[in-house]
């Protein structure tokens, strides 16, 4: 399970945290790190707080966007304290560590926004689960490395109790389309839906977000996915022939 979870940084400001939670992954076996677009990043300083763990500064991505980021992982989870994301993508620590230890070789990728805010709208959208860690209502943030730390600690805990019905869900790994071919779908899919109309310049981009959403929690495997993008790929066909057909008349 750990070498298939990928912690994910968004924005990181200090790389002082970066060293802290590089420093929480390796207490508990993790190693994969990849940080998004960030504004000052000094791996020397990162080496300071991170101990033992440089070798996971040295080895970390440094991506631009949050696809580039989670491309070849197949379920990414948001860490955020949003109240207004939908019931059914929301999830809490503890069934979090169920979804985890379920599937313990399919990829996942563990997204924190940047210290002092929240995930944007537009990393939300790319997520199956949005998580909240349980906290007193009084006060219900962490730091970015206490966040980490608490999370790879629920994660392990029961590591060592999968039945043999959680072990055989691994084998769907194989059969997941990774984020970057999720990607694929929503970039045909946009399409689709402004040629036909559906979205206009200027519209309030929630209807579009939920059916983005909307497929990322359907779980498809390959196969779905493939049909999904050659209907919805000749839909996009028609439609812009339909619309250069138009132009000339």
């Given amino acids: 399970m750990q070498t298939a979870t990928r912690i994910i940084l968004i924005e990181p400001r200090d790389p002082r945290n970066v060293g802290m939670v590089a420093r929480a992954m390796a207490n508990f ?65 503890i069934q979090l560590t169920g979804h985890r230890q379920a599937a313990p070789d399919v990829r996942f990728s563990l997204i924190y926004g940047p210290e002092a805010d929240d995930l944007r709208h537009e990393h939300l959208d790319l997520c199956r689960w949005v998580v909240r860690i349980p906290t007193h209502s009084a006060y219900p943030s962490f730091n970015l490395a206490q966040s980490v730390l ?56 929630a209807a579009a977000r939920r059916i983005h959403a909307l497929l990322r929690r359907a779980d498809l495997d390959q196969s779905e996915l493939a049909a999904l993008m050659a209907m919805f790929g000749k839909v996009r066909t028609t439609l812009g022939r339909a619309a250069i057909a138009e132009t000339k008349v």
Avoid at 175 to 193: C, F, K, N, T
């Fill in 150 to 205: 608490v999370t790879l600690y629920e994660l392990t805990r029961g590591a060592g109790e999968l039945t043999q019905q959680d072990a055989a869900v691994d084998a769907r790994g194989a059969e997941l389309p990774s984020a970057g071919e999720l990607d694929q779908l929503d970039r045909i899919l946009s399409d689709v839906m402004s040629l036909s109309g559906f979205t206009r310049a200027g519209m309030p981009p």
């Fill in 29 to 93: 076996g993790f190693s994969d790190l990849a940080l998004v677009a960030p504004p000052a990043w000094d791996a020397e300083q990162a080496r300071v707080t991170a101990r033992n763990a440089s070798g996971i500064i040295d080895a970390v991505r440094i991506c631009e966007t949050l696809p580039d980021a989670a491309a070849d992982t197949h379920t990414l989870c948001g860490f955020a304290l949003r109240d207004n994301i939908p019931a059914a993508r929301q999830c809490d620590l």
